[in-house]
């Protein structure tokens, strides 16, 4: 597969030329199965910075999270194994640390939360406990100290009686409240990056603001880097950025939070926009992207958009677009398009 | 309410909280107690004994010559000559036979001591047993010549000492004409071993837990739940430790005995060659052994055993023997639950067996959950060839007949190499493993998929610690019931192997070795009460495996109904 040198052409973010706390470069993530291999993630090319919001949006199964679970290297393999490219975090290529090693960055460096706060709690253990856990593992506390973190941290993302509720255990908590409690495990040992894989989906819209909005707080108290997977296009435009758009393993359109919003120039990009619904436009039929997302085992050739994309050409069938700056953006703005949208739409 | 009270707290109140599974805690409590306390409550040893056996003293007195005599000889030999004279046919080395024989000589002196104490004319004993100090020890530095003098000097004495020193036994009047005076032994507890002691004396402990448990939390920590909780640890230290502290205590009081007694202890009060001031014997003064001639197949108390009994004395069967510290012949207490082929009280032989069948079943299930629980979590969580090999490893157990296979390996192992027991709940626990292998594999597939594992790997959790902290304790439930049901069968198990002939040894009973005893409905009895202790046993560990359950799986939140 031959590329061009990626960093070249991605665009930086907009405090000028600060190192990138992580940096993928061309990451193949890839799943043997039966029929062949799945190429779930295929060349992702994506920067962070620190106390930078990075927001990653695709449809389901477009490979945003197992490039978070590749990132932490916790793909299962077998089936999974990494196919190419690097992770550099900090300048480290965690691809190619011991697993000792990997083990002291996870949760301490680099945390993680899930979309299910309902399965990602241990329920034979109170919540404390499982907070205590992480502070122990990679801070060597006492127990008695690191319980007394546990109820620090829970107070920190606003639980009220932290004490008490420290004693819980899971399913005698809410919705939200676990999804407080996954929070305060992931920060609890201060990491630098906060990956966050869909943290609000499971929950309702009230919780749903109220967690993105201690999410912030934390990021602005603890100036941590966060990288948002979500679907819901509406969290992007609040907590982050910037923006990348995944599409079938690839990071296809890549800018400003604002600037995407506003000009976005690949037809996927148009499309996911345009599906959203408006209060603006009540009662009306919303457009949806024809076809569906490709499956990882039979990828298109060229353009992996082409088969669903109103402006395909001979081109798109025959060569995959790389990302590129955008013409004439303004900043920051790639594209991996060969006929970008030029205008608003 | 309940966030107030923390796992454990949960756990126990849930497990007691239905009736008729305290029930079943409180009958294994009892039937382990029953199997802990069978030498206390069945023996044929008194607890205490006051009093004097003129026997052993006669033995003493008789025997001290012989034993000097030999003690002269093999110093006056020295080892060169003892090797030659021994080198034929093998055997101690010249050290350990001077030991033997000076221990033999100290022996009957002490015992002799211990019935002549006041007596003017035991002190000569002191001076045999220095003189025969001074022989060992010149003996052993080599100096052989004064060894012989004092060794000879002894065998002087020694002979002085048996003419003289003749008791006034009530059964010879007018052979001896020193008076003896009673000496207080504690005949059971020296028959009781360390290992025995130490769970006799965690089980008491246990069992009066609530007792004492309630008195330190309200005493001693005031009643503050965050302290009662930090002083768990502490408690359970503490009965371990008791528990250690009386096994050693008792290893030393029942180690050094100086009685030369063989003989029961029962036989020798009944015929006079004991003469008694003070005896206290068990509730049932039965041995598990003892057989009695007399009283073959003696049915229940309740079923006409007690009213049959005087019958016999007449005509032909032999006449019912009644010990001293037995119940009369008529009494129902004698043989309350009657006896077998062989005259054995089944009451007590029912306490003793319980021992080797609680334990088979035991110790099986513990070392099969573990085994199980491995192999099942290693082939579940890192899955890929491991799981394969695993898989097949468990598929190829599996299709082994386990009952044949403990059969073959228990019929060749040599009971003197490895004793049965330990050799049939090992083989138990090696070819039964698998159905605890099969679902911890299922409950770990299950969960490896769930968040909260990942979450721990994200954490930055180890392999090993994600399975042990992470995933087993969510997949003890299922395990721990299997682990009950695991006891069960081991019970079974044993039971089979014992009725089969090829269970521990005789006359050691078990349950399943007393089932097997007699296969005639005439004598229900002998198959009746076993088979219902096991029954009662297997239903206990199901309920309380079921219990379990559900009683570790916080989702079940029955407190809030």
């Not at chain 1, 995959?320 to 060969?338: D, K, S, W």
């Not at chain 2, 076993?530 to 079921?546: A, E, K, M, R």
């Amino acid at each position: 597969m031959k590329r061009e040198d990626p960093s070249a052409t991605l665009p930086r973010g907009t405090a000028g030329a600060r190192a990138p706390l992580l940096a993928l470069r061309g990451l193949c993530t890839y799943f043997r199965g039966e029929t062949g291999v799945a190429r779930a993630v295929d060349g992702v090319d994506l920067e962070i910075l620190p106390r930078e919001t990075v927001g990653l949006v695709g449809e389901s199964g477009c490979g945003k999270s197992v490039t978070a679970l590749s990132i932490l290297r916790l793909v299962p393999d077998p089936p999974g194994f990494h196919a190419g490219g690097e992770i550099r975090f900090a300048g480290r290529d965690l691809l190619r640390l011991p697993a000792a090693e990997m083990r002291r960055i996870r949760g301490n460096e680099v945390a993680m939360i899930f979309q299910e706060p309902m399965t990602a709690l241990n329920p034979v253990f109170a919540v404390g406990e499982q907070i205590a856990e992480a502070v122990r593992l990679h801070q060597g506390l006492s127990r008695r100290e690191a319980s007394a973190r546990a109820a620090r941290m829970l107070e920190q993302v606003g639980i009220p009686d932290p004490a008490r509720r420290a004693r819980s255990y899971p399913h005698q908590l809410s919705g939200g409240m676990r999804q407080r409690v996954m929070i305060a495990m992931a920060v609890s040992c201060g990491p630098r990056l906060l990956i966050a894989d869909e943290p609000t989906t499971a929950l309702d819209v009230t919780v749903q603001a109220q967690i993105l909005a201690l999410l912030a707080d934390l990021q602005r108290r603890t100036g941590m880097s966060m990288l948002l997977i979500t679907h819901d296009l509406g969290v992007v435009a609040e907590t982050a950025d910037r923006v990348a758009v995944m599409y079938a393993g690839r990071v296809v359109e890549h800018a400003g939070v604002r600037e995407l919003f506003a000009r976005p120039r690949h037809p996927y990009t148009v499309g996911l926009l345009r599906s959203r619904p408006d209060l603006a436009r009540p009662g009306e039929r919303l457009p949806a992207i024809e076809g569906a997302v490709p499956s990882a085992f039979a990828l298109p050739a060229g353009c992996r958009f082409h088969p669903r994309c109103p402006r395909a050409a001979a081109r798109c069938v025959a060569e995959e677009p790389a990302l590129l700056p955008a013409p004439a953006a303004a900043g920051e703005h790639a594209v991996a398009c060969h006929f970008p949208v030029a205008e608003e739409p | 309410m309940n966030e107030t009270r923390d796992a454990w707290e949960q756990v126990v109140g849930r497990l007691v909280r239905r009736r008729l599974v305290r029930a079943a805690l409180v009958v294994l409590a009892l039937l382990y107690a029953g199997a802990i306390y069978a030498p206390l409550l069945a023996s044929d040893r008194p607890y205490v004994l006051v009093g004097i056996d003129y026997r052993e003293y006669g033995e003493a007195r008789r025997t001290l010559l012989p034993a000097t005599t030999n003690l002269a000889r093999l110093l006056r030999e020295g080892p060169e000559e003892y090797g030659a004279r021994r080198a034929a046919s093998g055997g101690f080395g010249w050290e350990e036979a001077v030991a033997a024989e000076e221990e033999a000589a100290a022996r009957r002196v002490a015992t002799m001591q211990a019935y002549l104490a006041g007596e003017p004319r035991a002190a000569v004993l002191g001076d045999l047993s220095a003189r025969v100090d001074a022989a060992v020890a010149a003996g052993r530095s080599g100096d052989r010549e004064r060894a012989t003098a004092h060794a000879d000097a002894a065998r002087e004495l020694a002979g002085a000492i048996q003419t003289s020193l003749a008791a006034r036994d009530p059964r010879r009047p007018g052979e001896g004409e020193v008076t003896l005076r009673p000496v207080r032994r504690h005949p059971l507890w020296q028959a009781i071993g360390a290992t025995e002691l130490f769970f006799m004396v965690l089980w008491t402990l246990v069992l009066l837990g609530p007792l004492w448990g309630r008195a330190v939390d309200r005493l001693l920590l005031g009643g503050d739940p965050t302290r009662i909780r930090r002083a768990r640890a502490a408690k359970l230290a503490a009965v371990l430790a008791l528990s250690l502290l009386g096994a050693l205590a008792g290893g030393r009081g029942g180690g050094g005995s100086t009685s030369l007694e063989s003989a029961s202890i029962k036989a020798g009060l009944t015929s006079g060659d004991i003469v008694a001031t003070r005896v206290v014997f068990p509730p049932l003064s039965f041995g598990f052994a003892e057989l009695r001639a007399g009283e073959r197949l003696r049915p229940p108390s309740w079923a006409g055993g007690a009213a049959r009994a005087p019958a016999g004395a007449g005509a032909g069967p032999p006449e019912v023997e009644v010990l001293y510290g037995e119940p009369a012949a008529a009494s129902p207490w004698r043989h309350l639950l009657g006896t077998d082929s062989l005259g054995r009280d089944l009451l007590v032989r029912l306490l003793w067996g319980g021992r080797i069948s609680l334990t088979v079943g035991l110790v099986s299930a513990v070392l099969l959950v573990l085994i199980g629980t491995a192999v099942g979590a290693a082939a579940g969580y890192f899955g890929g060839w491991i799981d394969l090999v695993l898989s097949r490893v468990i598929e190829v157990v599996l299709c082994i007949p386990a009952f044949f296979l403990i059969l073959t390996v228990v019929a060749f192992t040599d009971p003197a190499v490895v004793p049965p027991l330990v050799a049939i709940a090992v083989v138990i626990a090696l070819v039964r493993w698998t159905g605890v292998a099969r679902l911890a594999r299922a409950e770990v597939l299950r969960l490896r998929e769930l968040e909260f594992t990942l979450a721990a790997r994200a954490l930055g959790a180890s392999a090993l610690r994600t399975i042990f902290r992470h995933v087993l304790p969510n997949a003890i439930g299922p395990i721990l019931v299997a682990g009950a049901f695991a006891v069960a069968a081991g019970i079974l198990t044993e039971s089979a192997l014992s009725f089969l002939g090829l269970g521990v040894s005789h006359p050691i009973p078990s349950w399943g070795a007393l089932a097997t005893e007699s296969r005639s409905p005439a004598h229900w009895w002998i198959q009746v009460f076993p088979g219902l202790l096991i029954f009662v046993t297997v239903v206990c560990y199901n309920l309380v495996g079921d219990a379990i359950r559900d009683a570790v799986d916080p989702r079940m939140r029955i407190e809030s109904r």
